[in-house]
T-cell receptor
Framework: GAGVSQTPSNKVTEKGKYVELRCDPISGHTALYWYRQSLGQGPEFLIYFQGTGAADDSGLPNDRFFAVRPEGSVSTLKIQRTERGDSAVYLC???????????????FGAGSRLTVL | QKEVEQDPGPLSVPEGAIVSLNCTYSNSAFQYFMWYRQYSRKGPELLMYTYSSGNKEDGRFTAQVDKSSKYISLFIRDSQPSDSATYLCAMRTGGSNYKLTFGKGTLLTVNP
């Protein structure tokens, strides 16, 4: 597609529920990233995929958070037993090629705004 | 102390003004410096990308990096109402080309 597509754009859920957020990266981009942006803050790194595998998941806050990218394209961020503190905008980004370190430009989607009541 | 500090503003200027935005950082391993623009309810959009110290100009935008002071700046000349957005600085080390560390962002309003 022309850009990074994220669905849903808005999700309201109750504390304790399970949510899935989907990211469709730019066609041909092998690298995919999830960031989280809390109100009034800059985005914070969650996880990075190169192809199908999670190359770095060190930013996931705890084991309630999990992400997959089974076919190396679309990715799903999964949050179990949601808490009010999980409320934030979850941003997905993709990039073409990580092998040339200086040229790795991330293109972000519009984000999925999660509100946990 | 956070790795990247950025005054959140808000900053309000008249149309045509020169805008100066800046960030300081503490991690001397940062080598790549970026400025993103984020409109309300949108994702961050890359404006400028610089490596190491020096200046880089692109149209009305100039990015400056002073690694000795751990200080980066973005200047906007002839500011326009369409420049009204949140400006985020971001940076990363040479060893990690995907893990960006962002500032909080500065909310800029350019008044017509």
């Amino acid at each position: 597609g022309a850009g990074v597509s994220q669905t849903p754009s808005n999700k309201v859920t109750e504390k304790g529920k399970y949510v899935e957020l989907r990211c469709d990266p730019i066609s041909g981009h092998t690298a995919l990233y999830w960031y989280r942006q809390s109100l009034g803050q800059g985005p914070e790194f969650l996880i990075y995929f190169q192809g199908t595998g999670a190359a770095d998941d060190s930013g996931l806050p705890n084991d309630r958070f999990f992400a997959v990218r089974p076919e190396g394209s679309v990715s799903t961020l999964k949050i179990q037993r949601t808490e009010r503190g999980d409320s934030a905008v979850y941003l997905c980004a993709s990039s073409l090629n990580r092998s040339r370190a200086g040229a790795n430009v991330l293109t972000f989607g519009a984000g999925s705004r999660l509100t946990v009541l | 102390q956070k790795e990247v500090e950025q005054d959140p503003g808000p900053l309000s200027v008249p149309e045509g003004a020169i805008v100066s935005l800046n960030c300081t950082y503490s991690n001397s391993a940062f080598q790549y410096f970026m400025w993103y623009r984020q409109y309300s309810r949108k994702g961050p959009e890359l404006l400028m990308y610089t490596y190491s110290s020096g200046n880089k100009e692109d149209g009305r935008f100039t990015a400056q990096v002073d690694k000795s002071s751990k200080y980066i700046s973005l200047f906007i000349r002839d500011s326009q109402p369409s420049d009204s957005a949140t400006y985020l600085c971001a940076m990363r080390t040479g060893g990690s080309n995907y893990k960006l560390t962002f500032g909080k962002g500065t909310l800029l309003t350019v008044n017509p």
